[in-house]
C-alpha cells in the first residue's frame, strides 16, 4: 500500500497571501495525483489532477507539481473561500486507493 | 447535471447489517466504475472499494479494512449502487460517500452518516 504524506497538518496563511501544500508518496506514483478541497459539512471537490491538470471550474490560482513522490499544491492569493482541509490522493497503485492527512488551511 | 445522492444511513448496532444506496442521475449510469470513499468524524478520507461496469465485468475492489465484510453491487436498470456492510465495527462509524468512477472522483454525493454502537 502506497502511503501518503502531508505537510504541514495546519498552515495559517493571511488573505492574498501564498499558500503552499506539500504531499509525498511512500513510493513513486509517477504523476498519477489528485488533489481535493473539502469545506466542513461538504463533500469533497477534485481541484487537481494528474499532478498539474485543474479539473473543470477550478480558478487558475490554484497550481499543482511535482513527480515521482514529491508534490505540491499551491493557492496564489488566498480568498475567503479558500479556507478548507485539502487531500491529496494517489491513483497510480491501487487497490487500495490512497488519500494523504490532509492539511487544514486556516485564516491567520 | 450529475447528481448522486446516498441514503440508509443510520445508528446500528456492532455486528448488525446496513444497506447504502446511491442513487444517480444526469448521466449512463452502466457506463461508469462506481466507488465509495468514507471519513470517520474529524477524520480524513478513506476509500471503500468500487464496481466496474458491466463492460468490465463488473468487478469489484475493496480496501483491506472492509473486504469479507462488505460488498458494493449495483443495479444498472436502476442507476443504483449499493454498499452492503455487515459485521459492523464501531471503528466503521463514518460519512459514507458514494462517487463516480474508480481512480479520480470528480463527482461526490452528499454523504450518509453511519454510526455504529451498542
Known amino acids: 500500500e502506497i502511503v501518503m504524506t502531508q505537510s504541514p497538518a495546519t498552515l495559517s496563511v493571511s488573505p492574498g497571501e501564498r499558500a503552499t501544500l506539500s504531499c509525498r508518496a511512500s513510493?513513486?506514483?509517477?504523476?498519477?495525483l489528485a488533489w481535493y478541497q473539502q469545506k466542513p459539512g461538504q463533500a469533497p471537490r477534485l481541484l487537481i489532477y494528474?499532478?498539474?491538470t485543474r479539473a473543470t471550474g477550478i480558478p487558475a490560482r490554484f497550481s499543482g507539481s511535482g513527480s515521482g513522490t514529491e508534490f505540491t499544491l499551491t493557492i496564489s492569493s488566498l480568498q475567503s473561500e479558500d479556507f478548507a482541509v485539502y487531500y491529496c490522493q494517489q491513483y497510480n497503485n491501487w487497490p487500495p486507493l490512497t488519500f494523504g492527512g490532509g492539511t487544514k488551511v486556516e485564516i491567520k | 447535471e450529475v447528481q448522486l445522492v446516498e441514503s440508509g444511513g443510520g445508528l446500528v448496532q456492532p455486528g448488525r447489517s446496513l444497506r447504502l444506496s446511491c442513487t444517480v442521475s444526469?448521466?449512463?449510469?452502466?457506463?461508469?466504475?462506481m466507488s465509495w470513499v468514507r471519513q470517520a468524524p474529524g477524520k480524513g478520507l478513506e476509500w471503500v472499494g468500487f464496481?466496474?461496469?458491466?463492460?468490465?465485468?463488473?468487478?469489484?475492489e475493496y480496501a483491506a479494512s472492509v473486504g469479507g465484510r462488505f460488498t458494493i453491487s449495483r443495479d444498472d436498470s436502476k442507476s443504483i449502487a449499493y454498499l452492503q456492510m455487515n459485521s459492523l465495527k464501531t471503528e466503521d462509524t463514518a460519512v459514507y460517500y458514494c462517487?463516480?468512477?474508480?481512480?479520480?472522483?470528480?463527482?461526490w454525493g452528499q454523504g450518509t452518516l453511519v454510526t455504529v454502537s451498542s
Open positions: 494528474d499532478a498539474s
Open positions: 462517487t463516480r468512477d474508480g481512480r479520480l472522483f470528480a463527482y
Open positions: 444526469g448521466f449512463s449510469f452502466g457506463d461508469y466504475t
Open positions: 513510493q513513486s506514483v509517477s504523476s498519477n
Open positions: 464496481i466496474r461496469s458491466k463492460t468490465y465485468g463488473g468487478t469489484t
